[in-house]
């Protein structure tokens, strides 16, 4: 049964690289997934060594890359993939949200290296605010490209030509939006993160990408009250009134995802209420810890 690691980015702030093997979920094909989780480290980076030192024995067909990562590790995994006849899936669905302006060419790197065993998935969502639309891509070997296209003929066919016709105009249009947004993106993150960490219980990397902050909640909780963020999710909807996503959903708990692709205005009333839940809970949990 083919095994496909999922590296993903890296949680709490630090100096050490963590990897960890953990099972998932089964996928189509016999094929099942194992996340290879980074953890402690910074910058967050996926990195070639300890992700195949994790491959015991028969090693994956497919290593799934979705952090971001400098030219020397996407060539090193590159190089590792090529030796190892790995294919290597890198998600650049966010490169357009990225934060400095760091010049990067990782299609580049990997067609030079591994082009023959290389898939670049990209997507309309988000540098274009077209999540609705469904119209997303890939760049992948003409074999690979009949198989997809063989799938997805008989799931969903095809994606309307009014929406192909949209992402036509997005992608060859003016970008000056999509730059506007970003630094809004950057103004919302610096605000949220700078809020949250106010609170010295709270951990978070500030992100070099996107639009969520994923911070550390698990000072706040207690085996005698809330004991997992998922509990603390269910919390803050019931009795503060603001949605998160619980670090379970991601292999990652004691984490929250928060989302800041709202207004300042709802972004700061939504933190508010958030700090002043995990105010009371912590006062609530110090006599447990006396």
């Known amino acids: 049964m083919p095994r496909i690691p999922v590296c993903s980015g890296c949680t709490r702030p630090g100096s050490t690289g963590v990897y960890r093997d953990v099972p998932r979920r089964g996928l189509g094909a016999g094929a099942t997934d194992r996340a290879v989780e980074q953890f402690d480290a910074a ?17 994956p067909e497919m290593l799934l890359v979705v952090a971001a990562s400098g030219h020397e590790n996407v ?33 580049r790197i990997l067609f030079d290296r591994l082009r023959d065993r290389t898939v670049i998935a990209g997507s309309a969502s988000k540098a274009y605010a077209m999540t609705g639309w469904r119209c997303g891509w890939t760049i992948a070997p003409k074999e690979l490209t009949a198989a997809f296209n063989v799938i997805q003929g008989q799931s969903t066919s095809n994606i309307t030509s009014i929406t192909q016709k949209a992402a036509l105009a997005a992608i060859t249009g003016s970008q000056d939006p999509v730059t ?23 951990q978070c990397v500030k992100p070099s990408g996107a639009f969520y902050l994923f911070p550390d909640f698990s000072e706040f909780l207690s085996p005698d009250g809330i004991r997992t963020t998922s509990e603390l999710a269910q919390a803050l909807l019931d009795d503060a009134r603001v949605a998160v996503t619980p670090g379970e959903a991601f292999d990652a708990p004691g984490f929250v995802r928060l989302s800041y692709a709202t207004s300042m205005a709802d972004l700061k009333r939504g933190t508010a209420k958030i700090l002043e839940y995990l105010h009371a809970l912590e006062a609530k949990n110090a006599p447990a810890r006396a």
């Open 75 to 107: 060539a090193a995994i590159a190089d590792a993939g090529a030796a190892r006849g790995i294919w290597v899936i890198v998600d650049l669905c966010y490169e357009r949200l990225i934060y400095e302006a760091v010049p990067h060419n990782l299609p």
């Open 180 to 202: 506007a947004m970003l630094d809004e993106y950057r103004r919302r993150r610096d605000s949220i993160h700078a809020w949250l960490t106010a609170n010295p219980g709270i």
């Open 43 to 59: 910058p967050c980076e996926a990195t070639a060594d300890p992700l195949f030192q994790l491959v015991s024995g028969r090693p």
